[in-house]
């Protein structure tokens, strides 16, 4: 058995856990839910070694577990997959998984002969991996998290850790991972998965643990609870989703896309020819399963990359948030205010002919802290010692306080909890109604057919756009992973 017994842990004044207990069984799937901030990443990085405790100890088996050693944790059969993809960028996907259970322990190392297993246990999983000799940098945020996995189970361990390992899978990739987690539980292997989809938790999991606020506040099973009791308990109050209008009349165009093009060093076509437009006041929505060019559209859209061909054309300023808050859209070790002021208004509105007015801008951020309820300490607090949701937070306020024409989002809710999720949704529309065109890019099906008004199908670099009584999900789920009608 795992066990947590009276965990408690602090990063400086904030109480990320609090004497948490918490246990979970050979052959049982144990789902943790929580809002962010409650303490479920921290509780995992403990288990995991990645973290010492302040008070408490963990154990496997009635025998301690050695404090802040991931090395201890994986020799005593714990593996963990974390919400941000631990891999090194500038190596190949072989190599990174050749550093896990896939290395031969020889002296020369077959790299043919990692891939080649690895190839083996994705198909069981069923997935591809990419081309050979492919770097991690170049890889989309769901396929790191696929070689995550794989390196967990490479290591063939009795205690699986997994934290928000389905945000990023298709509708229809997720019945054959959580078929995956089923048959990893009859092998008798303990489970933990942390999870914000409370449907999931409900399908799959054989007991559920709530936290809040750093305390376990209820420990329940499918059977006793329901979506709505997991939600109340993990916020203390009652969520309701934003409507999302009925009628929509959006105005002139303010983004416009023509037959843009994107090619690789190989004439591939990544990008074939998108043409698309969005208008004030309305939030369109582009759906498809991660790889198939939403990445690129978005870098081109920022100005990261120049398009091979084709147009984009912009009658306001433009925000963009991109999918991976930790690489791409924070500065880990600057504090939040000075994150902030990157956005170049944020900036101009703290600066006097050319000098930076320090406390304007922590009063800036201070406000926005508030007004986004990002949960820290202060704007001195370093981003890195936010929890994930908080961070996206930090992120959408940002974009939103930079007063932007037209705002584009990659993912924005992975790894969001409901009552976050919520709350961003609804900063979206208000956006819409005020004006502001958006245009949201997600992997998650649900959270598109929530807010947009208008759907686009992105599958293989090609779009198409949905008819606006289109909005069967299974159907849409085909599109995405590629069916034709």
Same mark, same amino acid.
């Given at each position: ?311 984009? /054309? @912009?009658? &306001? =300023?433009?925000?963009? #948030?991109?999918?991976?808050? $930790?690489?791409?859209?924070? +500065?880990?070790?600057?504090? !939040? ?95 819409? /109604? @005020?004006? &502001? =065109?958006?245009?949201? #890019?997600?992997?998650?099906? $649900?959270?598109?057919?929530? +807010?947009?008004?208008?759907? !686009? ?29």
């Amino acid at each position: 058995m795992l066990r947590a017994i009276a965990i408690t842990k602090r990063f400086g004044r904030t109480l990320a856990l609090d004497r948490v207990d918490f246990e979970a069984r050979p052959g049982e799937i144990h789902a943790l839910v929580g809002e962010n901030g409650a303490g479920k990443t921290t509780l995992m990085n403990v288990l995991a070694g990645s973290l010492a405790p302040d008070n408490g100890e963990a154990m496997l088996d009635d025998v301690p577990l050695q404090a802040g050693s991931p090395r201890a944790a994986l020799e005593a059969g714990i593996a963990a997959v974390h919400q941000s993809p631990m891999l090194f960028e500038r190596m190949t996907w072989e190599e990174n998984l050749a550093l896990g259970g896939f290395d031969t322990g020889t002296e020369l190392l077959d790299l043919a002969d990692v891939a080649a297993r690895a190839r083996t246990l994705a198909a069981n999983l069923g997935f591809d991996l990419p081309p050979a000799g492919t770097t991690v940098e170049n890889r989309s945020v769901a396929e790191r998290v696929r070689l995550e996995v794989l390196r967990a189970l490479s290591f063939n361990p009795r205690v699986l850790i997994l934290d928000e390992p389905t945000s990023v899978l298709a509708p229809s990739q997720l019945t054959a991972f959580l078929d995956l987690l089923r048959n990893l539980r009859g092998e008798g292997r303990i489970v933990v998965l942390i999870t914000h989809k409370l449907a999931e938790a409900i399908a799959v999991a054989d007991r559920i643990t709530v936290l809040r606020r750093g305390r376990v506040v209820a420990r329940t099973t499918p059977a006793e609870t329901t979506e709505e009791k997991l939600a109340g308990l993990m916020i203390g109050e009652l969520v309701t989703q934003p409507a999302r209008p009925a009628t929509a009349n959006p105005g002139a165009p303010v983004l416009q896309i023509e037959n843009l093009t994107l090619d690789d060093r190989t004439g591939r076509k990544i990008l074939d020819q998108l043409s698309f437009c969005v208008a004030a006041g309305e939030v369109a929505g582009i759906a498809g399963v991660d790889g198939n060019g939403q990445t690129e559209l978005v870098e081109l859209l920022a100005g990261v990359r120049k398009p091979s061909g084709g147009q984009i /054309a @912009s009658s &306001g =300023a433009m925000a963009v #948030i991109p999918q991976n808050r $930790d690489l791409d859209g924070l +500065i880990l070790d600057m504090r !939040l205010w000075e994150n902030l002021i990157l956005a170049r208004p944020l900036r101009q509105q703290v600066t006097s002919r050319g000098w930076l007015n320090t406390a304007r801008a922590i009063d800036l951020s201070r406000n926005l802290i508030e007004r986004f309820r990002i949960r820290a300490p202060g704007p001195d607090t370093i981003a890195g010692a936010l929890s994930g949701g908080n961070r996206q937070r930090l992120e959408v306020a940002r974009a939103i306080a930079s007063r932007p024409q037209v705002i584009v989002a990659h993912n924005i809710c992975r790894g969001l909890d409901l009552g976050a999720t919520a709350e961003v949704h609804r900063t979206i529309l208000d956006f819409a /109604a @005020s004006g &502001g =065109a958006v245009l949201l #890019i997600s992997s998650d099906l $649900d959270e598109l057919l929530a +807010i947009c008004g208008r759907l !686009l199908i992105i599958s293989s670099g090609k779009i198409r756009e949905t008819s606006p009584g289109d909005r069967d999900p299974e159907r849409l789920g085909l599109l995405m992973a590629g069916a034709r009608d």
